[in-house]
């Protein structure tokens, strides 16, 4: 039974949401989606606090340059740690205009990400 306040439904609908185009990761919200002390890390990147990526976020626009589908699947609460939500991304993009100095290829090839 999970002590955490937010029903594990109710868990897996806020990720959608956020993941959601309406809300795209705090991109089109300002951030409000994002808790104040929100840490984004990865393998090369990071810690960035919230502001710091917002900021990074500005600086380009992947969705100005690829035709992206997310392909967002298998979302599920984890049993242990039940205010944490998994889930699969099978990412396909079609370059469709120029990109930190990329010109998109003639090419009817989706890139898998």
């Known amino acids: 039974q999970s002590s955490f306040p937010i029903s594990a439904d109710d868990l897996l609908l806020r990720a959608k949401e956020i993941l959601s185009d309406e809300i795209d990761l705090g991109t089109k919200d300002g951030g409000a989606c994002l808790a104040d002390d929100f840490e984004f890390i990865a393998a090369v990147v990071g810690p ?14 992947l969705k100005d340059s690829f035709d992206i589908t997310p392909n967002f699947y298998g979302f599920t609460v984890d049993p242990l740690q039940t205010n944490r939500v998994w889930f699969f991304s099978r990412q396909t993009a079609k370059h469709i ?13 989706d890139l898998v990400l």
Request: glycine share 4%; charged share 35%.
């Open 97 to 109: 205009a120029p990109f930190l100095g990329a010109e998109p290829e003639d090419t009817k090839d």
């Open 48 to 61: 960035l606090p919230k502001d710091e990526y917002l900021d990074a976020l500005k600086s380009f626009s």
